[in-house]
């Protein structure tokens, strides 16, 4: 379930949460530029995701690029896990087929998000941002490799829409270094 923020509740628990120094300054003006910026940066996801990693308090814009594909990767890896769990319980029933699929969807855009990463450092960002969005095309067809768009279980469904969201902020934050 998503919850929406006002953006002045949002707005008062970035300040609060900068200033408890749970999350560094540079990750929320860095996601609020990048959300000013660009209409479906999610601000509240960006400063959230991002002021976990440990990179983050010494990062610049360039750096917390890096950290949003580091993120996509780690979720990703994630998604393979899960995948692994489903099919270990669910065995190759009716989803099985699609689960294997997902499997290496999820494999591929771990990878997508690493090169993305490594396009980044090497500020090659129009390469970085193309595997962003590799990856987060890679996540949606894992869900559309169900045949039934129900039957897609909400773990997967979660493992897209991280991996969509993070893209986006990690594009975001790449075009304020360009």
Request: hydrophobic share 45%; charged share 20%; aromatic share 6%.
């Amino acid at each position: 379930m998503v919850m929406l923020m006002n953006p002045y509740t949002a707005g008062f628990l970035a300040v609060v949460l900068a200033l408890s120094g749970v999350v560094d300054g540079t990750v929320v003006t860095t996601c609020r530029a990048a959300a000013d910026r660009d209409g479906r940066v999610d601000y509240d996801f960006c400063v959230a995701e991002l002021g976990k990693h440990h990179d983050s308090p010494s990062a610049d814009a360039w750096g917390l690029a890096k950290v949003a594909a580091l993120t996509g990767v780690v979720d990703a890896d994630n998604a393979v896990y899960d995948v692994k769990d489903l099919l270990a319980r669910k065995g190759a029933g009716d989803a099985g087929a699609a689960l294997a699929r997902c499997e290496e969807l999820y494999g591929a855009a771990g990878f997508a998000f690493a090169e993305a990463h490594d396009d980044i450092n090497g500020r090659d960002y129009a390469a970085g941002k193309d595997k962003a969005a590799d990856a987060a095309s890679l996540a949606r067809q894992c869900n559309g490799a169900f045949a039934d768009k129900d039957a897609v279980p909400p773990v997967i469904g979660q493992h897209s829409s991280y991996a969509a969201r993070i893209a986006i902020v990690c594009t975001a934050i790449t075009n304020l270094i360009e």
